[in-house]
């Protein structure tokens, strides 16, 4: 059975940085691009970011580029995102997502983050 | 703005037929056959109801079904039942990995 888990969701400065984690089971994580997507509170669904399965190529929303960073370990089936100079617009649910370019066919159960002072 | 674009809400009876439109560039839904749907319940995680245009995953209604022409995907919830009540969102692959999403269609049941 494949699990999503996301953490480190909590309430942050504006400027300061966080580290989103997402670990992985069910599934060969190696062999899939996986995706963050956020919805802000009562906001639709934003995509984030994407890495690919191997690790060697991140896209980003306009949004983010230049502030996060996502990343991975196949050897810990684990999936990152590091944000960086955080502002209040960033607060929103964090979801990871597998395969979401294909199939979107799992979705953690999120994270919170909320940027304020 | 979102990429794709969706209509903010659609609403239908119990037992009657809706469809959301998800409209695109070439770029996104024209070039690829990689459209998925979503449903989303309050305080919860999107579900996937539809993948590659038309393909329903296992454990989905077949009161789900979809569709794609041009640059313009939809998705038809038919025989609307109060559980159907949620948040759709589209999303298309838009190469190099990347993905675009739609901005959301609540539907609500009458």
């Known amino acids: 059975q494949v699990h999503l888990v996301e953490s480190g969701g909590r309430v942050v400065q504006p400027g300061r940085s966080l580290r989103l984690s997402c670990a992985a089971s069910?599934?060969?994580?190696?062999?899939?691009?996986m995706h963050w997507v956020r919805q802000a509170p009562g906001k639709g669904l934003e995509w984030v970011a994407v890495i690919t399965l191997d690790g060697s190529e991140q896209y980003y929303g306009e949004s983010v580029k230049g502030r996060f960073t996502i990343s991975r370990d196949n050897a810990k089936n684990t999936l990152y995102l590091q944000m960086n100079s955080l502002r209040r617009e960033d607060t929103a649910m964090y979801y990871c997502v597998k395969d979401l370019g294909i199939t979107g066919d799992y979705w953690g159960q999120g994270t919170l983050v909320t940027v304020s002072s | 703005q979102s990429a794709l674009t969706q209509p903010a809400s659609v609403s239908g009876s119990l037992g009657q037929s809706i469809t959301i439109s998800c409209t695109g560039i070439t770029s996104n839904i024209g070039n690829y056959n990689l459209v998925s749907w979503f449903q989303q319940h309050p305080g919860k995680a999107p579900k996937l109801v539809i993948y590659e245009v038309t393909k329903r995953p296992s454990g989905v209604s077949n009161r789900f079904s979809a569709s794609k022409s041009g640059t313009t995907a939809s998705l038809t919830i038919s025989g609307l039942q109060a559980e159907d009540e949620a948040d759709y969102y589209c999303c298309s692959y838009a190469g190099s990995s990347k993905v675009v999403l739609g901005g959301g269609t609540k539907v609500t049941v009458l």
């Open positions: 069910g599934f060969s994580f190696s062999r899939y691009g």
